[in-house]
Structure formats: structure tokens, C-alpha cells
């Protein structure tokens, strides 16, 4: 399966490193894998990282026999294995998305000086799990553990908008009749094409709100990164440029989840 020559060649310069260069080749192989491979061939491996073939043999066996990929076919096609499962798991169970989103909010607080929140999913509701409120004199906040349904304010519709929902199940997150369900989903699309939600005046007289989704590592919405503050002080111009911050922090706090997509 290996050249010998070049495979003795590789392990004695891992060896001369202590080792660490092979965990570094490991590692750029599992790195490697995307969200949706389901069997990648040695060719279109050998695209991704920039290892040789013996190289990329000799640790592809190692990482089989250690349960962090699999392999079926012939020729062979390769994907994560249950070892990354594991670690996955244990990474995941160790964590809050609170703690996780504390930096990006803190960045976002900083710079905008408005009240920023951290909504997640719980059904056909968004729940607040996290805030940090606006020190200035007129200014809104909703408070940790406050509930609102999916189809109310920018909060719960960043997070609708990414989920597999048809307007005929509109109902149950929501929506009040048909035209009620046809508006919201033509509200849902411009989420999508912006990559964003606003609002103004919907739950709160004279409150703004700018909120984008965050996803976990295997794509699916979790919840999303919000922003509030009164009309007076949030022009449509400022709006547009903390629409521009918000996402910035939602795109860092899902790739802080593991996430490697795009929301848009």
C-alpha cells in the first residue's frame, strides 16, 4: 500500500520531531473532511492537503487502526470514523453556547454600546439564554429566559428562516391564517438573501432589533445573535452597519461550533 523507501524516509523525520509533525499531518487530514463526505477517494484527498502519496497512506492507516476514519471500496473511500464521534461528544457535553458566544458578544457590546442577547431554539419558540444590556440611559432588553414564538422579531425569524419549514406549517410557529403565513414567508426569504433579520416597532414601540443565526458543526440552526436598541439612536445607516457586525459575530461564533458552511 506504501512505497517502503519513502514511507522508512517520512517516519524517521516524524521521529526526529518527536513525533510532532505526524500529529500535524493527522490533523490536516481530518481537517480535511467537509460537512457531507460521505467516502472521499486517496485522489481528492491528496488535493486537500499537501502530503505525499506514501505520506498520506501511512497515516490514513494509522488513523483507520485508531478508529478515526473508515474506509470501504476498492478503490478505497475514506470518512470519519466513531473515534471523531467521541470527541465530539465529549467536547459537546463540556460546553454552554453561552460560553461559547461570550467573546462574540462581548466584541459586539463593545462596539456598539446597544444590548446584545443570545437566543436558542426550543421548538416553535426562541428562548434568551444570555444577555448583556446597553448602559445607556434609554435603552431595551427582554432578560435571560425570556420566550417568544419563531414568527416574532428578528430574534426567532434568523432562526425560521433556516429551518425546513413550509408555510402550510406556519401555523404551529406562529402565523394567524394564511395571509398571515404567506407574509411571513416572504419575510423568511429576505432573512435568507440578507443573511440577517430586522425589525422595528413589532415587539417593543420604538425598539430596533438586527439578529443573524448561528449553526452547530453539522449545519443545523441553532439559535441566533441579537442586537436592540431604540429607533432614536439606530438610523437605517447605523443599521445596516451593525447588520454588518452581528453577522460577522454569528459567522465566528458557528465556526467557533465547528461550522464550516455558509448561512446565505
Given at each position: ?18 513525533g510532532v509533525r505526524a500529529v500535524q499531518r493527522a490533523l490536516d487530514i ?5 460537512p457531507g463526505d460521505d467516502g472521499v477517494p486517496v485522489a481528492e484527498l ?201 453577522q460577522e459575530e454569528a459567522q465566528a461564533l458557528s465556526a467557533a461550533l ?7
Open positions: 500500500m506504501t512505497s517502503p523507501k519513502n514511507a522508512a524516509a517520512d517516519a524517521a523525520e516524524d521521529k526526529s520531531e518527536g481530518l481537517l480535511a473532511f467537509k491528496l488535493k486537500r492537503v499537501d502530503l505525499s502519496r506514501p505520506t498520506l497512506y501511512r497515516l490514513l492507516d494509522t488513523l483507520s487502526a485508531k478508529g478515526f476514519l473508515s474506509a470501504q471500496g476498492e478503490p478505497q473511500r475514506f470518512k470519519l470514523g466513531p473515534a471523531v464521534g467521541r470527541l465530539a461528544h465529549a467536547w459537546s457535553a463540556g460546553m454552554s453556547y453561552e460560553t461559547v458566544a461570550l467573546p462574540m458578544m462581548r466584541r459586539l457590546w463593545e462596539r456598539t454600546r446597544e444590548t446584545v442577547s443570545l437566543h436558542v431554539q426550543e421548538g416553535a419558540y426562541r428562548v434568551c439564554v444570555a444577555e448583556m444590556p446597553s448602559t445607556q440611559p434609554l435603552s431595551f432588553r427582554r432578560g435571560v429566559g425570556y420566550r417568544e414564538q419563531l414568527t416574532r422579531g428578528a430574534s426567532g425569524r434568523s432562526i425560521l428562516a433556516w429551518l425546513p419549514v413550509k408555510v402550510g406549517e406556519l401555523s404551529a410557529y406562529g402565523a394567524e391564517g394564511s395571509a398571515d403565513a404567506k407574509r411571513i414567508m416572504a419575510q423568511l426569504e429576505q432573512v435568507r438573501a440578507a443573511g440577517h433579520a430586522t425589525s422595528r416597532d413589532e415587539l417593543i414601540q420604538g425598539a430596533v432589533a438586527i439578529a443573524a443565526p448561528f449553526f452547530e458543526s453539522g449545519g443545523r440552526v441553532v439559535g441566533s445573535l441579537g442586537l436592540f436598541g431604540p429607533s432614536a439612536r439606530l438610523s437605517e445607516a447605523l443599521v445596516k452597519d451593525y447588520a454588518a457586525l452581528v465547528g461550522f464550516t458552511g455558509h448561512s446565505g
